[in-house]
């Protein structure tokens, strides 16, 4: 029997993203880890790996945030340990669009536009469409570095996008990226 915890990443924890992303887990029916939100990441992974041990049940959401840093910080360095984590198995990401100068960004599998819509290439920061396939972000540079990621959401900023994402509505953004991640791995939604 597979004993691995289920785990949906955000690369976004600060204050307004944190009650967001706390909103979107309950949409779905996860757990949030509220103690990884934070902007940066107050917490190291192996912390958080411990505590996802201790949700009451899958699918379990965890935030990490590099506040703006374009190296690899706090949020960074936890998403590793996390991926990397024999007990941890790894559902997707939740990629969030920053502006952020000198990162690479990360080629997203689609993205959910600040518009609730399903889009094949990247957004920016306010869910806007792109022409790249490549999303910025300061938190996105290490999921290459990731190998038991299946799959990767862009969405722009968390809990705002010019209101379309606030969590007095429901979070409806990032709710439908962590739906679409649950639906890539089987979960009837």
Avoid: W
Avoid at 72 to 83: D, K, N, V
Avoid at 98 to 118: L, R
Avoid at 140 to 168: A, L, Y
């Amino acid at each position: 029997m597979d004993k691995k915890r289920k785990v949906i990443l955000v690369t976004d924890g600060d204050s307004v993203a944190q009650r967001a992303v706390e909103e979107a887990a309950r949409n779905i029916g996860g757990r949030c880890i509220s103690r990884s939100g934070g902007n940066p990441t107050p917490i190291t992974g192996s912390e958080i790996v411990n505590l996802v041990k201790t949700a009451k049940h899958d699918p379990v959401v965890v935030m990490v945030d590099d506040m703006g840093d374009s190296g690899t910080a706090a949020g960074e360095m936890a998403l590793y340990e996390l991926a990397n984590h024999p007990e941890i198995e790894i559902l997707g990401v939740v990629a969030v669009a920053a502006n952020t100068p000198g990162v690479e960004g990360i080629k997203v599998d689609f993205s959910v536009t600040g518009q609730g819509q399903i889009y094949k290439g990247a957004v920016d920061k306010q869910g806007d469409e792109t022409n790249d396939d490549i999303l910025y972000g300061d938190t996105v540079d290490i999921i290459d570095k990731c190998n038991n990621i299946p799959v990767v959401v862009g969405v722009g900023d968390i809990g705002k996008m010019h209101g379309r994402d606030n969590v007095e509505i429901g979070a409806p953004i990032v709710t439908k990226a962590m739906e679409e991640i649950l639906k890539k791995n089987g979960y009837n939604i």
